[in-house]
DNA sequence: AGCTGATCATTG
DNA sequence: CAATGATCAGCT
């Protein structure tokens, strides 16, 4: 069957075990975990990504590691619509706006978080009931030498604006692969950041997207699509 | 139709 | 509040 919930033993496995859930509908695997499905994500807009942890057996909890301690692998679920195209950007991680200053990528969270993803499409036309969609072919990635240097030269220029007390002039439209965005409960909540004088203030907590053309590119790469 | 600011649930 | 999982939805 699907091992559901337990702990794959390597990589090979894991890889296994999530693309035998390629073909299978979100309401199919959620049945064989005993899951109910939501009518739609509007309340619940992480729960194909927590259906996927669950049924491969990822280890749960919003603690800062990998999905996959012990495999150093992360999980994200990526929309596709029918063409295989993404339907959203990728919510990477929360930016650091404090303590940035000598920031290396090298030695960043968001390089450590993206160093090894398993990425699991599910064709997600906002037409399809969510019981309904079906999982894609996954596929595990590790940056290429080019990647990385379109993703280190984002992280530069959005952390020299943000140390520079910049973050406020921060928008999608930044950055050619990465993005910063609003990552929040709402537009009221607030995190500290310093502005252009280097005092502090309190502004709204960013974080770090891949655009859908990188994501697409990836896609590409490994299915072959297109 | 794509973009980007806004938003929802849950856990520690 | 921060971090986990992301998608919603209005505007251009």
Not at 36 to 64: C, H, Y
Not at 106 to 122: A, C, E, F, G, M
Request: proline share 6%; glycine share 8%; aromatic share 6%.
């Amino acid at each position: 069957m699907l091992n559901s919930g337990k702990s794959p033993k390597n990589e090979a496995e894991l890889l296994t075990r999530a693309q035998n859930l390629a073909g299978m509908s979100l309401g199919e695997i959620a049945a064989s975990i005993n899951v109910q499905v939501p009518k739609d994500l509007k309340r619940e807009k992480g729960w194909i990504g927590l259906l996927l942890e669950q049924v491969l057996g990822a280890s749960a909890g919003s603690r800062p590691e990998p999905d996959f301690p012990h495999l150093g692998i992360e999980l994200k679920s990526l929309p596709i619509n029918y063409q295989g195209k993404p339907l959203e950007t990728t919510f990477v991680c929360v930016a650091p706006l404090t303590g940035l200053v000598g920031a290396q990528w090298q030695t960043s969270h968001i390089r450590n978080k993206i160093s090894r993803v398993l990425w699991v499409p599910v064709i997600s036309e906002r037409t399809i009931p969510i019981a309904e969609r079906i999982v894609g072919t996954a596929f595990i990635w590790s940056p290429s030498q080019e990647e990385e240097h379109l993703l280190a030269l984002d992280w530069q220029e959005l952390t020299d604006m943000i140390v520079l007390g910049d973050v406020e002039n921060i928008h999608g439209k930044h950055g050619q692969v990465l993005q910063l965005r609003p990552k929040a409960a709402n537009s009221q909540a607030k995190t500290q950041a310093f502005n252009r004088h280097g005092q502090p203030f309190m502004t709204l907590p960013r974080g770090f997207y891949l655009k859908t053309s990188f994501t697409q590119g990836l896609l590409n790469k490994y299915l072959r699509i297109d």
